[in-house]
């Protein structure tokens, strides 16, 4: 098998913001050529496939290419695929990439050793770290898989759970004019003070296994000049959410909060969860049997696969703490970790099919 820190290396070096991701698109598709798998290409990713002809139910097994930009705070290169004493460092190392590798890996040991059930599938979609992701264009390219894990970084501890994301919009509105003399209302104080009450927000109803709503302001905007007050400050509001309150109420209570105006930006990350009974989580405890179980706090595309109502679960090499931040970075036992707990977790799942004449999904 392909050395699998190296491919993850050529992968990081390649540029793919979202919204710009053609150029890691292609060079998947040439590591998946390379380790034997025939992969269907195009501007939404990858689909790779291995098994017996559909309508054969498959395992699916999805993750993301795209990565958001580097930012700042780092000491070694961002888009070279650094590595350092078995390390591979760089922006999309563990968000997703890692899993990416995993998935091709996997896919391609399945492709030269075909399974006597089911088939074996995997996504590497785009658009994930934006909104609007690719994935559910390509579950339209596949026939429903019958389970899905979804690859994020997870430390290989299996997420049976995770957050919703909503985002919203403040917006306060002033009157500009010039700042050595009050004309009126600021833009600024308006929204200072509008965040201050947001922050202050209490919401009584924590989820059991998820805890409570979190809210987070990640960015703020405003100014005309520097000796110009402002008309109009805004700010983006990260809330992540549990079924103990669903988003129609989260934003009435933060209207009630604030004068600012208050705007949906993205609804669309609902909080997940699988069954308990569910085959797909008794296979990956059986094929992972050292793996905690948990809740996920941060959202993912698991969203989609709820939506088309296919089992999933979250579960992927990496440490979900170097996520979006400075010095990204996996090392070489993580990441073949990640790849033989997908070929264990895909084996437990196949040959449950043979041995009981098929898994309910």
């Known amino acids: 098998m392909a050395d699998a820190l190296d491919l993850l290396a050529r992968l990081v070096a390649v540029r793919g913001v979202t919204g710009d991701e053609a150029g890691i698109v292609a060079a998947a598709a040439e590591v998946c050529r390379e380790v034997g798998l025939a992969v269907e290409t195009g501007p939404d990713g990858l689909v790779l496939r291995a098994g017996a002809p559909s309508p054969e139910p498959a ?170 007050a402002p008309p109009v400050a805004r700010a983006l509001l990260d809330v992540r959410t549990t079924p103990a309150y669903t988003n129609d109420e989260l934003v009435a209570t933060i209207r009630e909060a604030v004068a600012s105006h208050v705007r949906v930006v993205s609804d669309t990350w609902r909080p997940c969860e699988i069954d308990e009974k569910q085959p797909l989580l008794a296979c990956a405890r059986e094929a992972l049997p050292d793996a905690a179980v948990f809740a996920s706090d941060a959202a993912s595309d698991w969203v989609f696969l709820a939506r088309a109502g296919i089992p999933a679960l979250k579960l992927g090499p990496g440490d979900p703490q170097y996520s979006h931040a400075p010095n990204e970075r996996i090392a070489r036992h993580e990441l073949e970790a990640g790849v033989a707990g997908y070929l264990r977790l895909a084996q437990t799942w196949l040959a449950g099919r043979g041995e009981k004449g098929g898994v309910d999904g």
């Open 59 to 228: 395992l699916c097994f999805c993750s993301h290419l795209d990565t958001v930009p580097a930012g700042e705070g780092w000491t070694v290169p961002p888009h070279e695929g650094f590595r350092r004493h078995e390390f591979v460092y760089g922006r999309g190392a563990v968000d997703a990439r890692a899993s990416c590798v995993a998935i091709i890996l996997t896919v391609a040991h399945f492709a030269a050793h075909p399974p006597a059930h089911g088939v074996v599938v995997g996504l590497l979609s785009v658009g994930e770290e934006g909104d609007d992701s690719s994935l559910p264009r390509l579950l339209a390219q596949i026939p429903t898989p019958a389970a899905a894990v979804v690859g994020e970084p997870t430390r290989m501890d299996l997420a049976n759970r995770q957050r919703g994301l909503l985002v919203l919009a403040i917006e306060s509105t002033g009157v500009q004019g010039h700042a050595a003399r009050a004309v009126g209302p600021n833009a600024i104080w308006e929204l200072a003070r509008d965040l201050s009450a947001i922050q202050r927000l209490t919401f009584a109803r924590v989820h059991p296994a998820l805890g409570a709503i979190r809210l987070t302001p990640t960015r703020v905007t405003s100014g005309v000049a520097d000796n110009v």
